[in-house]
């Protein structure tokens, strides 16, 4: 079974410049994750989908970052402008939940897309 | 207070030792407890859950105790292989359900 696609693996650019990110979860996976990632910390959820609805946004910072999951599949995350800060690595994840609730709480991360911001 | 917090460690253990993390969580209503574990440079996968009781899986033992709010991973018989960071997982149950990750903690195996 094919894992979580994501690309690119490695993106470098300058502040101010503008990224986007894309993810393809495992096929039947409702929901869907982004999480950011920064050297030395745990895993920070950004955005939470559940088919093409967005269950929570709370902790992204919506004046330059966005995202979405048009068709209920795959999903783009843009950030525009990039800060210095926002150098992590950007994990999707995808869960089989339909109603929001993991059945055994596994999220199948992908490989993530490291953003470094010069 | 961070919702979930974890010993940063480096946890520096000779193969074949018992070694042992907690993490605490301040959200007390949580239900749902895991850990993860996450490689050099790899995205986390799921190590195991963590039950009321307790539970073993191998090598591996986790504990809950939900009057003092804290998870407890142990490792016997340490291998070279176990070197990793281990993330505590704790769900929030506000407008969704949604696992809140630990800052991790490191797990070197020295021969």
């Known amino acids: 079974e094919a894992g979580v696609a994501q690309s690119p693996r490695y993106k470098i650019i300058e502040k101010r410049q503008s990224v986007a990110f894309w993810c393809n979860p495992i096929?039947?996976?409702?929901?869907l994750y982004w999480y950011q990632q920064i050297l030395g910390q745990g895993p920070k959820l950004l955005i939470q989908?559940?088919?093409?609805?967005?269950?929570?946004d709370s902790q992204l910072p919506k004046d330059r970052f966005s995202a979405e999951r048009l068709k209920g599949v795959d999903s783009t995350l843009k950030i525009q402008p990039a800060k210095l800060e926002d150098s992590a690595v950007y994990l999707c994840?995808?869960?089989?939940?339909?109603?929001?609730?993991?059945?055994?709480?596994?999220?199948?991360f992908g490989e993530g897309s490291r953003l470094t911001v010069l | 207070r961070k919702e979930v917090e974890q010993d940063p460690g480096p946890f520096n253990v000779p193969e074949g030792a018992t070694v042992a993390f907690n993490c605490t969580y301040s959200n007390s209503a949580s239900q749902s407890f895991f850990w993860y574990r996450q490689d050099c440079r790899k995205e986390p996968k799921l190590l195991m859950s963590v039950y009321s009781s307790g539970n073993e899986d191998g090598r591996f033992t986790a504990q809950l105790n939900r009057a003092s709010q804290y998870i407890s991973l142990l490792i016997r018989d340490s291998k070279l292989s176990d070197s990793a960071t281990y993330l505590c997982?704790?769900?929030?149950?506000?407008?969704?359900?949604?696992?809140?990750f630990g800052s991790g903690t490191r797990l070197l195996v020295r021969p």
């Open positions: 997982v704790v769900n929030r149950m506000d407008s969704s359900y949604k696992l809140i």
């Open positions: 989908f559940q088919n093409n609805g967005v269950v929570d």
């Open positions: 994840a995808s869960s089989l939940a339909a109603s929001g609730i993991p059945d055994t709480g596994e999220l199948f």
């Open positions: 096929s039947g996976h409702a929901t």
